[in-house]
Structures are given as C-alpha cells and as structure tokens.
C-alpha cells in the first residue's frame, strides 16, 4: 500500500552496540511480546531481535535477571526514541498492529480431498490496534524451529 503521505527517512549515521561480551549464535533472540486491547485468535505482535549476549544466559536456557532487567528499560528507550524523536511533523503517533484476516474459509483439494482452512482478508480494510504495553519473555526465543526442538531434547 503507498501512499503520498507516508512519512519517510533516512538515517545516515551507525550506532555500534555497546553491550559487551560475546554474541549469541544466529539463531538465538530475546522475542518482545507486544499488548493489544483486544482479545483475538490467531498470532500476536511480536518482534525477535538481537539484546542480549552470551553471558546473559542462566544454566536454564533463560536470560539473566540483571541482562533481563536492563533489556526492558533498553527497549523501552529505544521506542521512546522512536516515537519522540523526530521533529514533530514527522512524529509518529504510536504503535500499532495491524490485522488483515478475519475468519477463513474451508477449501478442499479436488485430487486428494484434503481440506485447509484459507484465511479471508478484511473487506474493509485491516482492523487496528494500537500496542498498549511490551514484556520480554525471559526464555530464549528463536525464529529456527531447529533450535527450539534441540531445546526440547537437551532439557529430556
């Protein structure tokens, strides 16, 4: 969707993280779970990124209360900054979750007569709504579902 009034930029400048320490394996994520008001079934906002570093971890595959602790107030200062500061006719309101599907429809395959649900988009365009609140989940979060299974074995 483009639009002619779309705010957009460009940062010309690099931030090196600060955090020291050795970085965690490609595959290994602190994941922010975002709060909505409304109650729905089906995915919720979230977002995987980079905040913590090896030594964040405890024995028990969860980071560390102190990496914990200073990964809200870093993300909670990094969306401020978002949200705050750019000069004001750039300022974003807020931030949203956008939903696109509402309900789905039951289609079967003609050759193997096997069904699937296929989602149905919005007629009226996506529904919003704006994120109330954040929490980091204190285990280990990945988008590899190899990881995750690895997890599950390395624990019995």
Do not use: C
């Not at 490609?26 to 090896?54: C, D, E, M, Q, T």
């Not at 993300?75 to 949200?83: E, N």
Request: aromatic share 8%; glycine share 12%.
């Amino acid at each position: 969707m483009t639009s002619e009034y779309r705010a957009r930029g460009i940062a010309t400048s690099e931030r090196v993280g600060t955090r020291p320490g050795l970085p965690n394996g490609a595959g290994v994520a602190a994941l922010i779970n975002f709060r909505v008001a409304r109650r729905y079934r089906g995915g919720k906002p979230r977002v995987y990124v980079p905040l913590f570093v090896s030594d964040d971890l405890t024995p028990r595959l969860t980071w560390s209360q102190p990496a914990f602790d200073a990964g809200t107030a870093g993300w909670a200062a990094f969306m401020d900054g978002v949200l705050n500061g750019m000069p004001p006719p750039l300022r974003v309101a807020g931030q949203v979750n956008d939903s696109y599907y509402e309900g789905f429809k039951v289609v079967t395959d003609p050759r193997t007569g096997r069904s699937r649900n296929v989602s149905l988009v919005r007629p009226d365009g996506p529904a919003i709504d704006a994120i109330t609140g954040f929490s980091i989940n204190p285990k280990l979060g990945s988008q590899r579902r190899r990881n995750l299974h690895a997890r599950r074995r390395l624990r019995g």
